[in-house]
């Protein structure tokens, strides 16, 4: 019998999530700022059974030497955008079991601030919560918005980050014990104050003491995920995440990606098994091959190669627009986004041009596996990518930037993956936690191998 894995959709509160197609007739990611599409959208993957819905965030957009490139705006190149967080509680509202991952930055806020809305949304969201840890990408314009002067190099935002998420841990599972909310007017006692414990953290980076002011949800922490395979992206990883977000470009790669993450976890004394790894792929399908590969090519005409370089600026602070296409990108350093740049300059490999980088990222852009073909050509790529890569569970990336792609994926693929066990045969009644579907752990909480297990001190 097949792994089954768990399967999630990837959203941007911007017109287009990634490469610009909302002029196309079938992209509707212009509707993005409209509550009632969001809440039409979640209401067909949770009837779907899908099970998270993803929403990638970022405070900055692209720039190329400090300010906007003028495709940012023409092209609406994630940009505008909205805050994905203050929509989660009326999703959660009309949804039954729909998770929501949200992505926060740690280089922007201070821990106290996001632990408590996360906390907040664990409650109104009955535990079906996530939040994807990043250090940031388009950290340099996050940066001028926030007038930081430094926010240190890409491997010392790991480092701020891995203190940023235990000071989180330790307000979500050190302070409130678990019968410390007694709500009982008899005894007019709202709160045990015996049962309260302050934090006392006093570290590198963050000092926070105290009691956490929100009682334990269903989850106590959100679910953590995190996105960013570079060598420090990884380690962080191994050390907090119990599912991380890749966008694999090949089966051997992402195989490398996924038992490198998971030999770390066992050195920070957790199993193999506590960290779940999940791809990013972009599905073109129809009921014909040919009818798939005609849609393919129409959505690829819609890529344009200024687009795509404004965009890898905006992810690696590097315009490739600047150098001669026939010049071999022998080496960029990026400071930001590593994963990126690795996609491309390898040790040992054949060092590609800037004419050769920007093709590809034409059509691939910051996306994951590529698949087109007809619903059965599609269900064995995933099955060999399952099996290939060792990946516990898919995200389903937009095409057109409209929730089409997860339509068409639904109603063609999902019935052949429930067939062969990929996906469950079907929806369940139950309304488990975010952390119960996705990691298949037996409890709603944070597993006591985690690192952050260390802060239930009662
Ligand atoms: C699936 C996926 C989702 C991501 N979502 C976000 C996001 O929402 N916001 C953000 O700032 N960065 C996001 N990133 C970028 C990462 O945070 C990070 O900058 C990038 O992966 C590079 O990490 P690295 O330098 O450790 O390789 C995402 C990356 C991946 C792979």
Redesign the pocket.
């Given at each position: 019998m097949p792994k089954q894995i768990s399967l999630g959709v990837?959203e941007m509160m911007n017109p287009n999530n990634g490469m610009p197609t909302w002029t196309h007739p079938l992209g509707k990611g212009d509707r993005y700022d409209s509550v009632e599409y969001w809440v039409e959208v979640a209401r067909m993957l949770d009837a779907a059974d899908v099970d998270f819905l993803f929403f990638?965030?970022?405070y900055g957009y692209a720039t190329i030497d400090g300010a906007m490139p003028d495709l940012v705006a023409a092209h609406g190149i994630q940009f505008p955008g909205f805050d994905p967080m203050l929509l989660i509680s009326a999703l959660a509202r009309e949804t039954d079991r729909l998770g929501f991952v949200l992505?926060s930055?740690t280089t922007v806020e201070r821990p106290y601030a996001t632990a408590r809305r996360f906390a907040t949304l664990d409650h109104y969201t009955a535990g079906r919560i996530g939040w994807?840890v990043?250090?940031?990408?388009?950290q340099a314009t996050t940066d001028d918005l926030f007038g930081v002067a430094d926010s240190g190099t890409?491997d010392s935002r790991y480092d701020v980050a891995d203190e940023f998420v235990d000071v989180c841990l330790e307000l979500w599972e050190g302070v409130w014990e678990d019968d410390a909310l007694v709500r009982d007017p008899s005894r007019n006692l709202f709160v045990d104050p015996a049962k309260l414990h302050p934090i006392a953290h006093r570290g590198t980076h963050f000092a926070s003491s105290g009691v956490f002011a929100i009682p334990p949800g269903p989850q106590r922490s959100p679910v953590l995920f995190q996105?960013?395979?570079?060598a420090?992206?990884r380690a962080f990883a191994a050390r907090n995440a119990e599912a991380v977000?890749?966008?694999g470009q090949s089966i051997p790669k992402a195989r490398e990606h996924v038992d490198d993450i998971r030999a770390q976890a066992v050195a920070h004394g957790r199993s193999p098994d506590d960290v779940k790894v999940v791809t990013?792929v972009t599905i073109t399908v129809a009921p014909t091959h040919d009818e798939a590969v005609a849609l393919r090519t129409e959505l690829e005409g819609l890529y344009a190669v200024e687009d795509a370089a404004v965009i890898f600026a905006g992810?690696t602070g590097v315009d490739l627009s600047a150098f001669d296409p026939s010049e071999p990108l022998t080496a960029i350093a990026s400071d930001?986004?590593?994963?990126?740049v690795?996609r491309f300059v390898r040790p040992g490999q054949p060092v590609p041009t800037v004419g050769d980088v920007l093709g590809d990222f034409r059509l691939r852009a910051?996306r994951g596996f590529q698949i087109t073909g007809d619903p059965a050509e599609v269900a064995d790529e995933l099955q060999a990518i399952v099996e290939g890569t060792g990946i516990d569970g898919i995200?389903l990336e937009p095409t057109f930037g409209g929730p089409e792609a997860f339509e068409a994926f639904i109603d063609l693929v999902q019935p052949i993956l429930r067939d062969r066990g990929l996906l469950p045969a079907t929806r369940s009644a139950s309304e488990p936690t975010l952390r119960e579907r996705v990691t298949g752990a037996g409890t709603p909480h944070l597993p006591s191998a985690h690192p952050g297990a260390r802060f239930r001190t009662f």
């Open positions: 990837f990638a965030d970022t992505t930055p994807n990043v250090t940031g990408s388009s890409h996105a960013g395979t570079s420090r992206g977000l890749i966008q990013g992810f930001q986004g590593q994963t990126l690795d910051n995200m």
